[in-house]
Structure formats: C-alpha cells, structure tokens
C-alpha cells in the first residue's frame, strides 16, 4: 500500500510555510520602514513643530555632534535623542561635512546651511560620518574642532569582535 501523502505534497506544503515565512518577514519589514519613517523629521523641521511650538527659528551650528564607529549604534542614537522637542536634528543624521575635502572647502557657511531650523532654546544635535574610516583621521578631527571648538562630542565604540559579526 502506497501511503497517502506523496513527495510532492510534502515539498508543496514546504514551499507553502517557507512562502508565509517570507510575506511575514515582507510585512514586518515594512511596518519598520513605515515606523522609521514616521519618526524621522522632514529636513529643515524643528522638534516641536509640529506641537504648535515656534519661536525665532534659526539654522545655527551644531551645539553637539555624535561620532562613532561603523554598526555601533550612532544612527539610532540622534534619532531617538531628536524625538525630544527641545533637541533639533537634521532629517537625515548623517553630514559628511567634515569627512570629505571637496566639501569642507565649500566653508562654514555651507556647513551651517545644512543645519535644521531651530529655536533658540532647542540643541542642535548632528551626526558625523566616516570620521574613523576617512583616510587621515587626525585631519578629520582637527576639521572638527577648528569648526566646532565649544561643541559637546559623544564618541559612540563597539566592541571590534561584535561589530564583525554584525558587518
């Protein structure tokens, strides 16, 4: 007697929990991207603003930038840290302002323009990209305090076995 579930019913209803694992997965990765997004600020909008704050808004130098190393964690950190309405971030976190020549020749001005708006009671929190991967970090950094010389630093390591792993 030949039994009554085949091969091909068991590969179907293999193929069948694999699919629903996947459509999960899809699912779950875009109720994240839609709550990534709803967090993130539109460039240029204050913390606050949409709560009906305004004052006298002004693009101003950052008044403290977060550094870090690859998969340590810095993105989430100025994204959580600008929910707070007193703190102003950029949309997008990172500003390679300081990484790359061609665009720290273009000037303070240039810099500050890329700064959100922000009252004068809110910190202007920035994030700063491949400090530590740039070719000549000494040379980033001294971009960094000729530019900034009274910003606050929150220097954001990992340990280099773990951040392996997770690259």
Same mark, same amino acid.
């Given at each position: 007697?030949? /039994?009554?579930? =085949?091969? #091909?019913?068991?590969?179907?209803?293999?193929?069948?929990? +694999?699919?629903?694992?996947?459509? +999960?997965?899809?699912?779950?990765?875009?109720?994240?991207?839609?709550?990534?997004?709803?967090?993130?600020?539109?460039? @240029?909008?204050? =913390? $606050?603003?949409?709560?009906?704050?305004? @004052? *006298?808004?002004?693009?101003?130098?950052? #008044?403290?930038?977060?550094? @870090?190393?690859?998969?340590? $964690?810095?993105?989430?950190? @100025?994204?959580?840290?600008?929910?707070? /309405?007193?703190?102003?971030? /950029? $949309?997008?976190?990172?500003?390679?302002?300081?990484?790359?020549?061609?665009?720290?020749?273009?000037?303070?001005?240039?810099?500050?323009?890329?700064?959100?708006?922000?009252?004068? &009671?809110?910190?202007?929190?920035? +994030?700063?990209?491949?400090?530590?991967?740039?070719?000549?970090? =000494?040379?980033?950094?001294?971009?960094?305090? #000729?530019?900034? /010389? #009274?910003? *606050?630093?929150?220097?954001?390591? +990992?340990?280099?076995? &773990?951040?392996?792993? =997770? &690259?």
């Amino acid at each position: 007697a030949t /039994p009554v579930i =085949s091969i #091909d019913n068991y590969f179907i209803k293999t193929e069948l929990s +694999k699919m629903k694992t996947l459509i +999960k997965i899809f699912f779950s990765i875009i109720v994240i991207a839609t709550i990534w997004f709803l967090m993130m600020q539109p460039y @240029g909008e204050p =913390s $606050g603003l949409s709560k009906g704050v305004v @004052g *006298k808004l002004e693009r101003r130098l950052p #008044d403290a930038i977060i550094l @870090g190393v690859m998969k340590c $964690g810095t993105i989430t950190l @100025g994204t959580i840290l600008g929910m707070h /309405p007193d703190i102003a971030t /950029p $949309g997008w976190m990172e500003i390679k302002f300081f990484s790359y020549s061609w665009l720290y020749q273009k000037g303070v001005e240039y810099y500050q323009r890329l700064m959100p708006l922000a009252r004068p &009671d809110q910190l202007v929190l920035v +994030k700063s990209p491949f400090v530590f991967q740039s070719p000549n970090i =000494s040379i980033t950094l001294q971009r960094h305090v #000729d530019t900034l /010389p #009274d910003a *606050k630093v929150i220097l954001v390591v +990992k340990n280099p076995i &773990d951040r392996v792993v =997770s &690259d």
